[in-house]
């Protein structure tokens, strides 16, 4: 076939691509019918065409890769293309593992910073990633600087200093993010690197026994319910049953505790119930009263002063945070572990998140769970007058989360099917987006999912929010969806991409367990391979 042909069939798909009518507007014609609004965006002002509402235009690839040297785009397009395999996947990190044996570490690291490392991490160190988020800045997308420790499983045993390195490092980065971003520093990082695994693993198991007791101690909301509340509720079709539409009464609350004085501490509406998270709250701040509640786990010694000391270090990391006047995001973990790194992270967004959101929870819609937890937070928000920090993502561990359950014989946490989480996903977005009219709540909607992008678009303008403001902002990884970026931010949007970075040795495991885990939006890159392709050509023949 020849060049011209090649360039013929590509056009053909470029059309198919956008989705759109394969008409020629100017400027001048699509302003005249459909209008444009400015947005101030990092500095500059950004154009944004309500055409793009409904569905980003893919077919302008020169725009689209204008930051993007030939040599990053054949990367892009070679490196995207294996990963479509999941033998390659699956295997990346035994693959890395034993070419470094063979190359030896200065030819290995060299090859992985031109090819693996190069497409999804930005650097080794400050003076490595600084190119990288300028050039990021210069094209109108921000950056998310990940931290990324964690602890590889339960038997993880790492003592205190381990710990306290880590918190220094996440210090570290909060310093060097204000340093290397010129706009408000976005970074993210594990709970599982400041503690050990089994602390968090163990107060999950009493979180989980308050809930059952919780559930067996309690009834559906009467019509006290809140108008605001039923909103919100309404928006959450779920087949499990909502905890934020049950109450605990007075008269089971003393039943449990055999204290009125520590029910009306708790019921601080005077309703005459408390929901989860007030009975919940109350019981943990009184250990002799959790002590004689049947079917919750010991809160001994060992677990409360582990509980401190995180709680210590993640006091400082708001402190930074705040002090910066950054933003901090809670990375999502296992299932196994999430509720308690859930309860440490609304701890913090109680006590910090006022005024403006400064720490973020990380909730997966993939998880059966993220309705209830996600609306009570929500409830909890607007009842203290706090702002809810959510990214809000489809989740990572599914494959280790189906095969954990299957091995220990327990009800598969991960939703029955992608449509499942895709519909969890976007009521999500509708109850965040309810609390951001509110003001109530700042959020980062990670999703490669273009249908995500142009669903949450046209209900930012329906909503009539800002869509240059940090109340709702998109994000991507690195390396990742750059057409949806790129068209984001010429749109006028805030995006951020989520850049991982740290030494070559440190970060590619990450990266390796992060392509396992993503192994469906790896395998869904056709679009965008044939977008590389097209520009590539493009270039070529000088067109």
């Known amino acids: 076939m020849s060049v011209l042909s090649r360039l013929r069939v590509l056009r053909r798909k470029s059309r198919e691509l956008s989705n759109l009518p394969n008409t020629s507007k100017t400027p001048s014609d699509s302003d005249s019918r459909s209008g444009t609004s400015r947005a101030r965006h990092h500095g500059r002002v950004a154009v944004r065409n309500k055409a793009t509402l409904v569905g980003l235009d893919f077919r302008d690839t020169e725009q689209t890769y204008r930051s993007k040297s030939n040599f990053e785009l054949l990367r892009s397009l070679l490196i995207l293309k294996t990963c479509t395999y999941q033998i390659f996947v699956r295997n990346a990190e035994k693959t890395m593992n034993v070419s470094r044996i063979l190359l030896g ?34 094209h109108g997308v921000r950056s998310m600087l990940n931290f990324s420790v964690e602890a590889a499983d339960l038997g993880s045993s790492k003592g205190e200093a381990h710990c306290q390195s880590n918190l220094e490092t996440i210090l570290g980065v909060l310093e060097s993010s204000k340093e290397v971003c010129e706009v408000r520093p976005y970074s993210s990082f594990k709970i599982t690197g400041l503690t050990t695994p089994g602390l968090l693993y163990r107060f999950t198991e009493v979180l989980e026994g308050i809930q059952r007791v919780f559930l067996e101690n309690s009834q559906f909301r009467g019509a006290e319910q809140e108008k605001f509340m039923c909103s919100l509720s309404d928006k959450v079709r779920t087949s499990e049953e909502l905890l934020v539409n049950r109450v605990m009464s007075r008269e089971e609350f003393i039943a449990l505790t055999n204290s009125s004085q520590l029910f009306e501490e708790a019921d601080l509406n005077n309703v005459g119930t408390l929901d989860f998270q007030q009975f919940r709250d109350i ?167 273009e249908e995500t992008v142009r669903y949450l678009m046209s209900r930012v303008d329906r909503l009539q929010l800002d869509s240059g403001s ?51 939006v790896l395998g869904s890159t056709t679009r965008e391979l044939d977008l590389l392709k097209m520009e590539l050509w493009r270039r070529v023949i000088g067109e």
């Open 105 to 138: 570490r200065p030819i290995f690291t060299y090859m992985m910073k031109k090819t693996f490392y190069g497409q999804f991490a930005g650097g080794e160190n400050i003076t490595e990633l600084k190119p990288v988020v300028e050039k990021l800045a210069n």
């Open 283 to 449: 019981v943990l701040s009184n250990p002799e009263v959790l002590q004689q509640i049947h079917g919750v786990p010991e809160v001994d010694e060992e677990l409360t002063q582990g509980m401190e000391r995180l709680r210590g270090r993640l006091e400082q990391i708001a402190e930074k945070t705040k002090s910066l006047d950054a933003r901090i995001m809670i990375d999502a973990e296992q299932t196994y572990l999430q509720p308690a790194i859930d309860y440490f992270t609304l701890e913090m967004m109680r006590k910090h998140n006022k005024g403006v959101a400064y720490v973020y929870n990380t909730y997966q819609c993939y998880l059966k769970r993220t309705p209830n937890t996600l609306t009570l937070d929500a409830m909890d928000a607007v009842a203290r007058g706090y702002n809810l920090g959510v990214k809000l993502v489809r989740g990572a561990y599914l494959m280790e989360e189906t095969a954990r359950a299957a091995r220990l014989n327990y009800d598969n946490p991960v939703q029955d099917s992608k449509t499942d989480t895709d519909r969890t996903y976007h009521e999500m977005l509708d109850v965040v987006l309810e609390l951001v009219s509110r003001d109530h709540c700042f959020v980062l909607a990670g999703s490669h999912n």
């Open 470 to 520: 940090e109340k709702v902002v998109f994000g991507q990884l690195y390396g990742l969806c750059d057409p949806t970026t790129f068209q984001l931010a010429n749109s006028g949007y805030t995006v951020f991409k989520a850049i991982a970075w740290g030494r070559v040795e440190e970060v590619l495991p990450f990266l390796a367990r992060r392509a396992e885990e993503n192994t469906g």
